[in-house]
């Protein structure tokens, strides 16, 4: 039996609620210098959103970390095991992009928690974030692409199992397939996987999510945003979810160093509203996470991710609905 199953509300909010924001900067995970991966992006990005005025520092909260049991839900418990004992073998610290630490496993911990304490707050509100996150390319057995725990799939499952959501859908418009996440949710059909990515771009063996979108190198905004308005549409047809999370890639964008494709500044905001109004539209709560986003220039990277961030909040300022389409 489901419980504490959120109903819609098919009348105008009387105020516009707090959108939260669920932060884990504090806990840093320590790199060697010049390593790839932009850590600065997420204390940037957080002093962006404190700075805008659309958020106080009251909706920017820290998350708890996941537990061993809802890890469990996604992930195998020798894997989870090794990751916190730090006795992964070299071999399998390479494809995750990172060097062991205890600093790194409380880090992805949190940083699951935050997507998860997202998903809760949005039950209530309609919209909330975790200000990192997105890490679909961790498998149930071994983590790839400076991914070691799957947060969406590890939220997913515990709306699913917790009786928070009969159907969830993950809306992945990160550059990279979401192929981590297509694996854990593979067998279970209470869950559909979209991921709208590039063709040609990492991870080079691509697995079946239950809809994916695959982009030649070069697409820019207007091809982008024709495919993301019909795969929108099977989406909701197909899974008839009561809850979406929304990974938001900034990788998409026409200057990253990663990326392959062409989007503007001005395609990403658009595609992030287009997500997010056709969550609201059918009364869906939607949690987002950052997912990835390597510009050559990491201010780049952090605009984008405030702008889908303030495009919610926005949205959630607006007038709620009174009933969902046909």
């Not at 890490?135 to 699913?160: E, M, Q, R, W, Y």
């Amino acid at each position: 039996m489901l419980r504490s199953l959120r109903q819609p509300n098919l009348q105008p909010d009387p105020q516009p609620k707090r959108m939260k924001l669920y932060y884990t900067g504090q806990f840093v995970l320590p790199l060697p210098p010049g390593h790839r991966f932009p850590m600065e992006k997420y204390s940037r990005l957080r002093d962006t959103l404190a700075a805008s005025g659309h958020f106080s520092e009251a909706d920017i909260l820290v998350p708890p970390a996941a537990t061993d049991a809802e890890i469990l839900r996604a992930h195998h418990p020798d894997y989870l095991a090794r990751m916190a004992t730090g006795t992964l073998d070299p071999r399998e610290m390479r494809r995750i992009g990172f060097p062991w630490s205890p600093e790194m496993v409380e880090r992805s911990r949190r940083s699951s928690g935050a997507t998860l304490a997202a998903c809760r707050a949005a039950l209530a509100e309609g919209m909330a974030a975790n200000l990192a996150g997105g890490t679909h390319h961790a498998h149930h057995d071994f983590g790839s692409g400076f991914c070691v725990f799957n947060d969406g799939a590890i939220a997913a499952l515990a709306l699913l199992d917790e009786g928070l959501a009969r159907r969830v859908a993950i809306i992945d418009c990160d550059v990279h397939q979401g192929d981590g996440t297509a694996t854990i949710l593979a067998d279970e059909p209470r869950a559909f996987t979209f991921s709208i990515h590039g063709e040609r771009n990492f991870p080079f063996d691509k697995q079946r999510s239950d809809l994916d979108v695959e982009l030649p190198d070069g697409t820019g905004d207007a091809a982008y945003l024709a495919a993301l308005d019909g795969a929108l549409e099977q989406v909701f047809q197909r899974a008839e979810p009561d809850f979406a999370i929304y990974l938001a890639g900034a990788d998409p964008f026409e200057d990253d160093r990663l990326g392959r494709l062409k989007l503007t500044k001005v395609g990403l905001a658009e595609r992030d509203r287009r997500v997010l109004a056709a969550c609201r539209q059918r009364q869906i709560p939607v949690a987002i996470a950052m997912a990835g986003g390597y510009a050559r220039e990491i201010g780049d990277t952090v605009a984008i991710h405030a702008t889908t961030l303030l495009t919610a909040r926005r949205l959630m300022a607006a007038e709620t609905p009174r009933e969902a389409p046909a």
